[in-house]
């Protein structure tokens, strides 16, 4: 069974810094390749960040390129996401998810497994 299980989210001001993390078991973590989606109050999930197996490789939605830095640990199974100069549209819930695929993807639909989300708020 896979698990993946997100944590760093929390109330954080504008500019600062916030690191989440997502434990993954179940699956063989350095075959997948992941990703950090978010979803805002009203509108639809989207796409933030992807990472390749190796961390060789990744990829960023405009809108937070040069601020946030996704990492992987494949000896702790762990991916992580660095919030630096984070904005009030920063704000949502904030999602791990595992490819069954080493290729990195933008694509929700690409993605086989979902953590249940961690939630990041950015006061002005």
């Known amino acids: 069974q896979v698990q993946l299980v997100e944590s760093g989210g929390g109330l954080v001001q504008a500019g600062d810094s916030l690191r989440l993390s997502c434990a993954a078991s179940?699956?063989?973590?350095?075959?997948?390749?992941m990703g950090w989606f978010r979803q805002a109050p009203g509108k639809e999930q989207e796409f933030v960040a992807t990472?390749?197996?190796?961390?060789?490789?990744?990829d960023y939605r405009s809108s937070v390129k040069g601020r946030f830095t996704v990492l992987r640990d494949n000896n702790k199974n762990t991916l992580y996401l660095q919030m630096d100069s984070v904005k009030p549209e920063d704000t949502a819930v904030y999602f791990c998810?595992?490819?069954?695929?080493?290729?990195?993807?933008?694509?929700?639909?690409?993605?086989?497994?979902w953590g249940q989300g961690t939630q990041v708020t950015v006061s002005s």
């Open positions: 998810a595992a490819r069954e695929s080493p290729i990195i993807s933008i694509s929700i639909g690409a993605y086989d497994y």
């Open positions: 179940g699956l063989t973590f350095s075959r997948s390749a």
């Open positions: 990472i390749s197996t190796a961390g060789t490789r990744t």
